[in-house]
């Protein structure tokens, strides 16, 4: 069956910039959606599609695809970024939704 | 929008797990959201669950297939989940959410989560 893969782990300097990474067959049709969550909170949806952030979500966050690779980029990580990051996305040719494992970033 | 998950927090083994999400400021017809059940053991990842549409369509997670069902009820603006056989196994936190359908798929409004134990 399909799957999403995710780094489990990635660390970053404050003010500097990391990339978080989503691989899957299904991202090469579509753009990953990317959650936030931080300990104790429901997750929250900070992009999807070509890089559309809801309101309210910082533009330091931005989206990309390549191929089956979806990329999340702080730009500037700060102190509050220190979160899970889960991507997502449909699977091909049908309904259902996969999820990747979930990356840990810690902000130095 | 908002979303608030209700139902029992302990369950014995083989029962059956029934969970309401109730909707407010939007109506369940309303909108072309599907209304979407996930899940997330403790210290684990997310699971998709499944999700149903206020006409009836509805897509479930195949590994759950066989013991899950979501409706939504457009009477009380809310809609549920079912989960038959509960196994230890099944104890996570439930959220429901809404799913929009375009591109990939996203769940953009989210429940604050209830935690279901499934213990003998």
């Known amino acids: 069956s399909s799957e999403l893969t995710q780094d489990p782990a990635v660390s970053v300097a404050l003010g500097q910039t990391v990339r978080i990474t989503c691989q899957g067959d299904?991202?090469?049709?579509?753009?990953p959606s990317w959650y936030q969550q931080k300990p104790g909170q429901a997750p929250l949806l900070i992009m999807h599609?070509?890089?559309y952030r809801p309101p309210g979500i910082p533009d330091r966050f931005s989206g990309s695809r390549s191929g089956g690779t979806g990329s999340l980029t702080i730009t500037g990580a700060q102190a509050e970024d220190e979160a899970d990051y889960y991507c997502s996305s449909r699977d091909t040719n049908s309904h259902h939704l996969l999820f990747g494992g979930g990356t840990k970033l810690t902000v130095l | 929008l908002q979303l608030q998950e209700s139902g029992p927090g302990l369950l014995k083994p083989s029962e059956t797990l029934s969970l309401t999400c109730i909707v407010s400021?939007?109506?369940?017809?309303?909108?072309?959201?599907?209304w979407a059940w996930l899940r997330q053991p403790p210290g684990k990842g997310l699971e998709w669950i499944g999700g149903a549409s206020y006409t009836g369509n509805a897509y479930y997670n195949p590994s759950l297939e066989s013991r899950v069902a979501v409706s939504v009820d457009t009477s009380k603006n809310q809609f549920s989940l079912n989960l038959s056989l509960v196994t230890a196994a099944d104890t996570s936190v439930y959220y429901c959410?809404?799913?929009?359908?375009?591109?990939?798929?996203?769940?953009?409004?989210w429940g604050p989560g209830t935690l279901v134990i499934v213990s003998s």
């Open positions: 599609a070509k890089n």
């Open positions: 959410a809404t799913y929009g359908t375009e591109q990939g798929g996203y769940f953009d409004s």
């Open positions: 299904s991202l090469r049709s579509y753009y």
């Open positions: 400021g939007v109506s369940v017809s309303g909108s072309d959201y599907y």
